[in-house]
């Protein structure tokens, strides 16, 4: 059961600082419900084995709230014009994982974006929700010493075999709420296209991480505090 407490304001804030195949500033405010978390999505996030992230910070995000975004903007199979479809969003605790990441892994969060932007901009499945989804699972299941031997590279390659596995699967867990699956109800045409598009990039991912999808502003500061401002509100 999900208990409402009253209606907010949900800002998303993205800023391009990357490339042009980013619009330059996008700034979109939601009228959102505040609730608790569902029993199910919270017993498991509770309960589950991790690596990452501390159990101090499992602690803090539970008592978060979540969010239900109507999705009267919305459009697709599954939103049915004379039901008001809403989803369920995790705004609070995602900003608080974020804040438990390293300069190196937020700025492959980056990259994966400027990916997307890029090659996948028509995907309804390799989409900044999903990155957020593979990159949180990925940190749950590995060890802080192997995170700390990982490098950029090395990293970027394993979100994209992750990414992969999931899309192979046809199952996307919500990192929240495991049981929801968020490949469900989509497109397989799309699913198929994209996994076929992912193999193409992994196989000469050098080919695809061209300079220009990167800013001189970029390149040269090529910082953490550029990387956070981008990952401020994603």
Not at 59 to 76: F, K, R, S, V
């Amino acid at each position: 059961r999900v208990l409402f407490r009253s209606a907010q304001m949900l800002w998303v804030n993205l800023i391009n600082l990357s490339s042009s195949f980013w619009p330059a500033r996008i700034f979109k405010v939601h009228v959102v419900l505040e609730c608790s978390w569902p029993a199910v999505a919270m017993e498991n996030w509770l309960q589950r084995k991790r690596q990452w992230p501390t159990m101090k910070s499992v602690q803090e995000i539970a008592l978060t709230p979540c969010y239900l975004h109507p999705l009267w903007d919305e459009t697709g199979p599954a939103i049915d014009k004379e039901v008001m479809a809403f989803q369920i969003t995790f705004g609070r605790a995602e900003f608080l994982l974020f804040s438990e990441t390293g300069p190196k892994e937020r700025q492959c969060i980056v990259i994966l974006k400027a990916l997307k932007e890029k090659y996948f901009h028509d995907s309804k499945v390799f989409t900044s929700h999903s990155i957020k989804m593979v990159f949180f699972w990925h940190l749950e299941s590995t060890s802080l010493a192997e995170r700390q031997e990982m490098g950029r590279g090395e990293l970027l390659v394993h979100l994209l075999d992750k990414l992969t596995a999931f899309l192979e699967s046809n199952n996307l867990p919500h990192f929240f709420n495991p049981h929801a699956n968020l490949l469900e109800g989509l497109n397989a045409c799309d699913i198929s296209s994209t996994l076929k598009e992912l193999k193409r990039v992994q196989r000469n991912l050098l080919h695809y991480l061209t300079s220009e999808l990167f800013q001189e502003e970029w390149l040269r500061a090529n910082g953490d505090d550029l990387v956070k401002k981008v990952l401020q509100f994603v």
